[in-house]
């Protein structure tokens, strides 16, 4: 399942803390479906600022604790503020990020320093593709069994039961 998103969006806020947690257990769990999560950051410069951070965290945390990123990426959207209220400024976010375990702020500040315009231009690109798909906004998903090349799309913070239905249909096509 790919998964478009923005972090100043308030349906994927409303997706992550409803529908996500059932997908997860139902779904993720027993290895039928895979998410796969993509920044889609168009709410503003605050939403690409808080992608960028994304990438950062990730880098620093996938090797050793990829659990890490989910308790970051959580807790951005439980925290999440009015959409360009400032709340996902570069420094509010490192204040969060200091409140999340097994993630160190210090280096995600100093990625963001060092790598910024090269994962804007491969968030920009992934924006571009998502384009191609008929994605406008967030949240969205595809869901694609590769094994029989199906797909099928979902658009908006839809009820777990709609993605029940969806995974369903598409892994028995």
């Known amino acids: 399942m790919y998964y478009w998103s923005d972090y100043q969006c308030p349906f994927c806020r409303r997706f992550e803390q409803n529908t996500l947690p059932k997908i997860i257990r139902n779904h993720v769990q027993s290895g039928t479906v895979r998410v796969v999560f993509i920044e889609f950051p168009y709410m503003g410069k605050a939403s690409m600022t808080a992608a960028v951070m ?7 945390v996938r090797e050793d604790t ?7 990426h ?3 959207f439980d925290k999440q503020g009015s959409k360009n209220s400032g709340w996902a400024s570069k420094a ?3 204040e969060i990020t200091q409140g999340v375990d097994g993630v160190d702020a210090s280096a995600v500040d100093s990625c963001m320093q060092t790598h910024r315009s090269e994962i804007e231009a491969s968030i920009n690109k992934d924006m571009s593709q998502a384009a191609q798909f008929g994605i406008r906004g967030t949240p969205a998903f595809i869901l694609y069994n590769r094994d029989v090349d199906t797909a ?3 658009v908006g913070a839809q009820p777990y039961d709609r993605f029940d239905e969806a995974i369903t249909r598409v892994q028995n096509a």
Do not use: F
Request: charged share 25%; glycine share 4%.
């Open 92 to 94: 509010n976010l490192l």
């Open 74 to 76: 959580s807790t951005l």
């Open 54 to 60: 994304d990438r950062c965290v990730w880098r620093q």
């Open 152 to 154: 099928g799309k979902l």
């Open 66 to 72: 990829p659990e890490a990123y989910w308790r970051w």
